[in-house]
């Protein structure tokens, strides 16, 4: 299948700290990459869809000015959680839908935060 | 009603078994459905998809649609241990790849 790579893959960061986490498309383009958030023992919540080029589109309760998403390229987004706080700790994963056929998503390994 | 509907276990079986997990969606518009699979602390592994009502078959796995019904299952065949984890449903639609998880089911296959 194709290769979505995400970085870092675990970070822990001071309260009130930015935290830039990158996904990349390695062996194809992406126009349209998700962005998830999983709490232990939940499932995942799509947090917002990245689209290359144009601004991301969030989720409902998802707040756009804490969680700055980028997606300058066709195989990069980037999602920057800002001002992080202890309840932002979680385990955030970014898919990509895998072209031309746009019906599969591919997942990146997960960046586990921790907030301290 | 949630969007997507799997009890959450655990479900155990017997090493050698049938798994058999279910999930229902509330979404008619959903076209195209995704089982992953999900280890802890990793992120999910696309299992298998299906867009047509019946059956579709991968090695172990089978998994089955019923569209009137709003219901999709997926079949573990000769469950080994490294099948323990947790799958995840995911319908979508065509158009609008935004996939909707369910809560999971979590399957320990037991030796």
């Known amino acids: 299948g194709a290769v979505v790579s995400q970085h870092p893959s675990r970070v822990i960061c001071k309260s009130g700290t930015s935290v830039k986490i990158e996904c990349r498309s390695l062996?194809?383009?992406?126009?349209?990459m998700f962005w998830y958030r999983q709490f232990p023992k939940q499932s995942l919540m799509l947090m917002a869809t990245?689209?290359?080029?144009?601004?991301?589109?969030?989720e409902q309760g998802v707040e756009k000015d804490k969680f700055l998403i980028n997606h300058a390229s066709l195989t990069l987004s980037t999602l920057t959680v800002t001002s992080a706080h202890p309840e932002d700790s979680s385990f955030y994963i970014c898919?990509?839908?895998?072209?031309?056929?746009?019906?599969?998503?591919?997942f990146g390994q997960g960046t586990r935060l921790t907030v301290v | 009603q949630k969007e997507v509907e799997q009890n959450s276990g655990p479900l155990s079986v017997p090493e050698g078994a049938i798994a058999s997990l279910n999930c229902t969606y509330s979404?008619?518009?959903?076209?195209?459905f995704f089982w992953y699979r999900q280890y802890s602390g990793k992120s999910p592994e696309l299992i298998m998809f299906?867009?047509?009502?019946g059956d579709k078959e991968d090695g172990r796995f089978t998994a089955q649609l019923n569209k009137a019904s709003q219901y999709v299952s997926l079949l573990i065949r000769d469950s080994q241990p490294s099948d323990s984890a947790t799958y995840l449903c995911?319908?979508?639609?065509?158009?609008?790849?935004?996939?909707?998880f369910g809560t999971g089911t979590r399957l320990t296959i037991i030796p």
């Open positions: 898919s990509a839908l895998y072209t031309p056929q746009n019906t599969e998503a591919f």
């Open positions: 062996d194809f383009q992406a126009t349209t």
């Open positions: 990245s689209n290359e080029g144009s601004k991301a589109t969030y």
């Open positions: 979404d008619r518009g959903s076209q195209s």
């Open positions: 299906i867009y047509s009502n």
């Open positions: 995911a319908p979508s639609s065509f158009g609008n790849e935004k996939l909707t």
